[in-house]
Structure formats: C-alpha cells, structure tokens
C-alpha cells in the first residue's frame, strides 16, 4: 500500500501512484521494518531534481522493480525540502563513504535507522561502471540475509564515526580585520577573471560571497571587492544562466561561462540574487543591476506566488517539448527556425542579439538566450518589441512544473528581498508582496509557541519542525520588512523567533548552534553545519539575525549570541571563504557597528520623513538596520528619546554605543552613512 497520497509535499505526491509500497519518513515506518524484519530503502529527492525524475521513471515506476522492493524492503520517500535534517545526516553518511553525494540520494538502512549501504542515481541496466538498481537491490538483500552480523557492524562503525566527526572548532571570538582580508585573497585566487565568479564547472551563482565583497567594499573601500561582485553579476545576467525574456536564474550553469544552464529556478537562489543585485545597484547605480533585480522580483511574483501569498519552491526543469516527452530546458530554449515562426523578419536581429546560431548552444540545434554582444547598438524599442512577442511565444508552451510547497526559510529570504526591492526603486507592490508572504508565515506557519512549521501548501501547515534555517531566514525577513514599513510589530516578531534560536538551537556552553532544536526528533546524529552552500546556513542566517535585532533593541544576549556564533567564521573565512560568505557578510556588519539609524517625523506621508527614510535604506553600510516613527511612537526601541528638530523631521545615527548629532538633510545623513 503506497500511503503518500495524503503528504502535503508536491515531490512525495508525485511518488503517490508509484507501485512502489511507500511509507513517508516516520517511526510507524521502522516499526513495520523491525516487525517484518526487512532493511529500509530511503530514498532522498525534490521535486525539481531532474534525475530524480529519471530514476522515478525507470525504477520507481517499473512494476517489476516495485515488486522486488515490496518483498524485500520497507521503501521510505523523503522530500529533502520538507526534511533538511534527515537529508543532512544521511548525506554526510553518504559523502564520508563514497566521496561524493546529490540527489537522488538511495541510502539503505537497518530498522534502527542505521545506514549501510549508499548511492545515488541508479540506472535500470548496469552503465558507466554502475551497477543496475535491482543488483544493488539484489546485492543488499543477499547481505542482509546472509551476513546480518557483518551489516550491523558495518552500521555500528558508520554510526559511531559520524557521532566522533566534530565540525571544525570555532573561535573564541568573532572575526576581525584580518581574518576578513585573508577571507577575500583567498577569493581573489580562486576567482575567474574571464568569465566571473569562482571555480570551474559546473558553476553556481555565489550569491553569499557577492554580499559579502560588497559589504567589504563598502566598509573598507577596497577596489577589488567591488569589481569581482560588478563583473560577475554582469557575466551572470548576461548568460544563459539568466531567463533573459522572463527574469529569474537557473539553479546553475553546467560551463564555466554561465551559457548553458540546469533549467530549474529555485525560490532561494532569486530571492538571495535579486536581493544581490538591489545591493550592486544601491553601490554602484548600475542600469543592468536595476534591470535584473526588477526582473528577478517580477519572476518571483508571477510565477512563484501562490494563491496564499506566499511563494513557491521551485520551477522545474523539464517540460514537455510539444511531443508528449518531457525534456530538460523545452521550455526556454530556441532554435533560428522558430525565432523565424515568431518574429518574421526580425529574426535575424534577435538571433543576433540573443546569440541563437545554427549549430545551438544546447543540444539539437537549439541555443540557450544569452546577451553575447558587449559593443554595438541595437534599436532599444525593437528589443522591447522582440522579447516581448518571444515571451508571448513562450508562455504558449508548456510549462514546467511547480513545487506548490511554501518552505519559511526560502520565503524569509525574498520577504527580504522584495521589501527592500520595493522600497529602493518606488515599486509599493513588491512591498505589498513581501507582506503578503510574511503574513501567511504568521498565520499559518508560526504557532502560539512561537514556534516555526517547516512548510505548508494550499495554506494547510505541513508536520515538519521547523530547523534553524527557518527560524534565521524569516527573522531577517521580518528585519528587513520592518526597516521599510516602519512597522514595528515584525521587529517583535523576529524577536520572538530569535528567543527559540537562544533556547532551543544553541548550545550554552560554546554558543555553537545546531541545525535542529534540542527537542526535535533524535536521528542518529544532530546536524550541524555552518558552511554556506545553496542558501545561508542556518548558523550564518540565525548569527546575522540575532545581530540585526541586537542592533535594533540594544539586547546583549543576542548580540553575545551573534558574536560567538560568528567564531566559527573566524575559522573558516581564511580557509573556505565560497563556503562561509553569508557569515563573512554579517562578520562586515559587526566589524561596522552595525550602524543604526532612526527616522523620527511628522506621520508617514510626510514627504521630508518619506525622503529621510530612503536615504536611510538606501546606505550601504554593512548590516545598518533602520527605524522610521513619529516622536511619540512605540514600536521601535531606537525611537525612544528622539525628537523633531525645530519642528522638522530628524535623523540619528548611532554606532558602537556613539550617536552623532541628528540631521534634517537626506545630504548630511547620506555622508554619515558612507
């Protein structure tokens, strides 16, 4: 009996008419497993993840393999999403075993959760040297039957390495200005100044490091920084790894020069990248940064938005390419036949301009949109026209997949995004947006507890804790929203999450952190990892938080509690600066202060407050958090004791527990916050 009909996680749903027998991850699981005496199959994947839908396809869906496994094993289907700690654990089992790790992750287990055996993708006949599913199947269950006691010790061993592996040691203290240059040598060797960003392929968009080159510039006034984070985002936005009609990035670029990209778009890395390119703006007043994190945030909208108001997980990256097959990148790619069936005669322009040849960029002849040609002029008014008949064009098509599934973290994170998008370029519906999702995570995710729900759908709340990601990601949403409404009930609401990050994620004696709460479910391990990969670690992200809102109310706990979360950076920054750049980012703010600012005025349409305001959000000092209220307010701490000037509205800046004299001129509070 396949009992994932009734799961909330779109990736579990499409496993539901599998006729493989499966069971979500849960303890009734491993009871049927210990009754039946059977070893468990986990299987790990998500529901935009290409090969997981491949190895579906092929095995899960293959009556004959089904069989086999429905005899032989307890099958157990777990959305990496929805359980980031079960996935944690087990990946770090399968990476110290084989070297490597992804998804699909095929781990098998004893009845005790224990792993001995490990993989990924397997195909359904043995090729490139890998085994077939149903021999690694048939070669499990030998072993199990025969050499039961050598798989326990195999277990036994595998549990307790894991359980002796320690996460590097964290310093004592945060990082200073050395460890914050060597951070950014370190980046500077492994930089690619041809083609921008860091390493060779398969190339991911290092959305944390470019916060953090220009949180250092902006602090330090270092050159280099800046330029690294301006001619990456212009590769970036320039390649096919950019929807160069629609707005948004895909996951990754499979070159090193960011051309043909892995199709899916996910919520974590548009929100951190449209939030990057805000930031590149607001530095620089770049066209191109406005252009794309307008585009990103209008992705976001409209095609990520839920019903809800909060916002999706994932695109995915196949669809069907018109002939009832579903294909990697259908949807997006182009041949100069079907420019021509769109576009008439201007489809030598758009060939031109889009780089789409007869030879493609991709495979069979179809090329990816990119922007190759840096010199020449084209019409800007037949570009508009161009990609919008291309767009109209596109939307025809079928469209990938969406994962429905509205996970805190990631929506924290374009809360953030959106609301300081909206506020730098005048865009009120994109701060609209940003409420609308910080609203639904309140409602439906955040009990009276004040404890986090991992994800929801359809606006029903899903049964998964919530881990430290979640609570660090919606409180810097929440921050970052109260900055540019002036509403100071979302500072208290990230206050309140920020209190279960002190209780239940931390560990008192070191002020380490762990990714799940002292209560949640015990695995065989407690995750805990504070380097930077997709999205900020749930270290990093809570360490930023807790500071931003220490900033704001003046806590010394919570800045006590950033300042030891941040040792670990000190130790990894110099070492592993690509794995750790959201904590490099929030170690700048410290170094900084980080400034705070209060915005005192008339009443909120006060157009001299109004202009105060933006100025404020507008400075580019690391972390510097702002308060914007009347006189007599009460929703901001740092408005207490603030008054007008000669009537007129006033702003003060405080750092390191100094405060300058206030200024009335957005010029004055512009150079203070240089």
């Known amino acids: ?75 157990v ?25 992804g998804w699909p992750m095929t781990v098998f287990l004893t009845p005790d959760a224990e792993p001995f055996y490990f993989g990924t993708y397997y195909p359904p006949a043995p090729r490139h040297g890998m085994p077939s599913f149903r021999q690694v199947l048939e070669g499990v269950q030998q072993a199990w039957t025969t050499r039961r006691e050598e798989v326990g010790e195999v277990a036994g061993k595998i549990v307790r390495d894991l359980a002796q592996r320690e996460i590097v040691r964290q310093a004592a203290e945060a990082p200073g200005e050395q460890e914050l240059a060597q951070a950014l040598l370190g980046l500077t060797r492994e930089y690619d100044p041809q083609r921008g960003g860091f390493g060779g392929a398969p190339k991911f968009p290092p959305s944390m490091v470019l916060e953090f080159l220009l949180r250092h510039h902006a602090r330090t006034g270092a050159e280099g920084a800046l330029q690294m984070a301006v001619d990456t985002c212009e590769r970036m936005a320039r390649g096919g790894i950019y929807d160069q009609l629609g707005g948004g990035f895909a996951r990754y670029s499979v070159d090193r020069d960011w051309t043909v990209p892995h199709f899916e778009k996910m919520l974590y890395d548009n929100a951190l990248l449209c939030r990057v390119y805000a930031h590149l703006w607001r530095a620089t007043g770049s066209d191109l940064a406005r252009r794309v994190a307008l585009e990103t945030a209008d992705f976001l909208v409209r095609e990520l938005r839920t019903p809800e108001g909060g916002f999706a997980s994932a695109l995915d990256a196949d669809s069907d390419d018109g002939t009832g097959r579903h294909v990697e990148g259908a ?19 758009a060939a031109q301009y889009f780089g789409v040849t007869e030879e493609g960029t991709f495979e069979h002849g179809q090329s990816v949109l990119r922007l190759p040609q840096t010199e020449g002029v084209f019409d800007a008014e037949k570009i508009t026209s161009v990609r919008r008949r291309l767009f109209d064009a596109r939307a025809r098509r079928p469209a990938p997949g969406r994962d429905d599934k509205v996970v805190a973290a990631w929506n924290g994170l374009a809360v953030a995004a959106l609301a300081e998008t909206g506020a730098y370029f005048g865009r009120p519906d994109l701060v609209e947006a940003a409420l609308g999702a910080a609203d639904l ?40 929203l109260a900055s540019v409404t002036g509403e100071g009930v979302w500072l208290d609401f990230a206050g309140l999450l920020l209190d279960q990050v002190l209780v239940r994620f931390t560990d008192p004696a070191t002020g380490a952190l762990f990714d799940t709460a002292s209560d949640a479910e015990r695995l065989i391990r407690r995750p805990q990892d504070p380097t930077d990969n997709a999205a900020p670690s749930g270290w990093t992200a809570a360490a930023g ?25 000190k130790t990894l920054g110099p070492r592993v600066p690509r794995f750790i750049g959201w904590g490099l980012a929030v170690a700048e703010a410290l170094l900084d202060g980080p400034r705070e600012v209060a915005v005192v005025g008339p009443g909120p349409d006060d157009e001299r407050t109004a202009a105060l305001h933006r100025t404020a959000l507008l400075g580019a000092a690391p972390g510097a958090v702002v308060a914007c209220g009347t006189p007599d307010g009460d929703e901001f701490p740092l408005l207490a004791g603030r008054t007008l000037i000669d009537g007129a509205p006033a702003a003060y800046v405080c750092r390191g527990f100094v405060c300058d004299l206030p200024v009335t001129d957005p010029e004055a509070l512009r150079a203070k916050l240089a």
Not at 18 to 28: G, I, K, L, T, Y
Not at 545 to 569: C, D, M, N, Q
């Open 77 to 101: 289907k777990v959305d990496r999403e929805e359980r980031p700690d079960v996935d944690a654990v087990y990946m770090e089992a399968v990476q110290a075993a084989t070297g490597h790790g």
């Open 545 to 569: 938080a807790l500071l931003g809102y220490a900033a704001h109310t003046g806590s010394e706990p919570h800045r006590v509690a950033a300042e030891r979360a941040l040792g670990v950076v």
């Open 331 to 349: 949807y997006y790619v182009w041949t100069p036949a079907q420019l021509r069936d769109v576009l008439g005669d201007d489809a030598g322009l």
């Open 441 to 480: 995570l309140v409602r439906v995710h955040l009990d009276e507890h004040a404890r986090l729900a991992r994800t929801s759908k359809d606006g029903r709340v899903g049964p998964n804790a919530g881990v430290l990601e979640d609570y660090g990601d919606v409180a810097e949403g929440f921050l970052a």
């Open 1 to 75: 009996m396949n009992r994932l009909a009734h799961e909330t996680s779109p990736y579990l749903l499409q496993h539901a008419d599998n006729p493989v027998d499966w069971w979500p991850w849960s303890a009734e699981a491993f009871a049927e497993a210990r009754r039946t005496n059977k070893p468990v199959l986990l299987s790990v994947g998500y529901s935009s993840c290409h090969w997981c839908h491949v190895m579906a396809h092929e095995s899960f869906e293959d009556q004959g393999t089904a069989d086999y496994l429905n005899e032989h094993f307890v099958s």
